[in-house]
């Protein structure tokens, strides 16, 4: 049943709804080490930034593909990886859409409630990818305090339950409350340091962009480029899969 097969995407209890989409693996083993030389690779020949960087984009991109699957046997934090830089054109949302080829079962979005990010995030497993974050998360505006506490609360596992009065078929408040998971991967482009958003800088891996220098040249992200995502990302679920199963094997052993 449905409820089985979301069982494979992890140890936590996933809902009946929940749909994640995992890449198909690749034809033949991999190394992690391998997968993810690919993906520092395909990154590096796209941005303009320091290598230091690019290895922590390149592991948090290997977080969303375990994250789901240790969990809680050996994880329970979950950093943001947050892109932030004042300037314009330095390749904040670029580099968005460029993790967005590379992750698993990715949902990017600019304009969004609390409403729609939980259900979302709990029936779908989705890796976030928050565009434009400073202008949502902002106090003033009426769903802003939420949102903040929204992107905080899954910083550890424990902590990320969203409760929330249940409805019965009629649309009326029922008996019955509901309890959201909003345990995922989030990533988030931001323009404006506030002191508001400290919390949130404080529960991430801060990537500051730079605009490229005028004799810099990178790559554009075309269709040949997507198709070679498409590779890497059927590498990274061969390579996760096998050190999963090595991992169960382990535990059935202790």
């Known amino acids: ?13 996933v809902p009946e709804k929940t749909t994640p989409t995992w890449p198909v693996p ?4 991999i190394s992690i080490a ?24 390149t592991l948090w991109i290997a977080w969303t593909y375990v994250m789901e699957r240790f969990v809680p046997s050996l994880i329970d934090k979950n950093p ?3 892109i932030w830089s004042p300037a314009r054109a ?21 304009n969004y409630t609390p409403a729609w990010a939980y259900r979302e995030i709990h029936y779908k497993r989705p890796t976030m990818l928050f565009d434009e974050g400073d202008i949502i998360l902002n106090p ?16 550890q596992y424990r902590t990320s339950t969203v409760a929330r009065c249940g409805l019965d078929a009629k649309g009326r408040v029922s008996k019955e409350n509901e309890e959201f998971c909003t345990w995922a991967p989030r990533a988030l482009v931001i323009k ?10 404080d529960r991430s891996i801060v990537i500051v962009l730079k605009r490229k220098h005028t004799f810099e040249r990178v790559e554009r992200l075309d269709n040949k480029a997507r198709e070679a995502a498409k590779t ?11 050190a999963y199963a090595a991992f169960q094997k382990a535990k059935k052993k202790l």
């Open 232 to 242: 890497i990302t059927r590498k990274l679920a061969r390579a996760f899969d096998g």
């Open 192 to 201: 404006q340091k506030r002191n508001d958003l400290d919390s949130i800088f």
């Open 140 to 155: 003033k505006t009426p769903t802003g305090c939420e949102l903040i506490a929204l992107f905080n609360a899954p910083w």
């Open 80 to 82: 943001i990886l947050l």
């Open 90 to 110: 330095c390749g904040k949302s670029h580099l968005l859409n460029l993790i967005h080829e590379l992750v698993p079962n990715p949902r990017i979005v600019f």
């Open 34 to 57: 391998e997968a993810l030389d690919e993906v520092h690779d395909f990154l590096c020949k796209r941005m303009s930034w320091t290598d230091q960087q690019a290895i922590a984009v």
């Open 26 to 29: 690749w034809h033949s083993p």
């Open 1 to 13: 049943n449905e409820k089985a097969k979301a069982k494979i995407w992890g140890e936590i209890d």
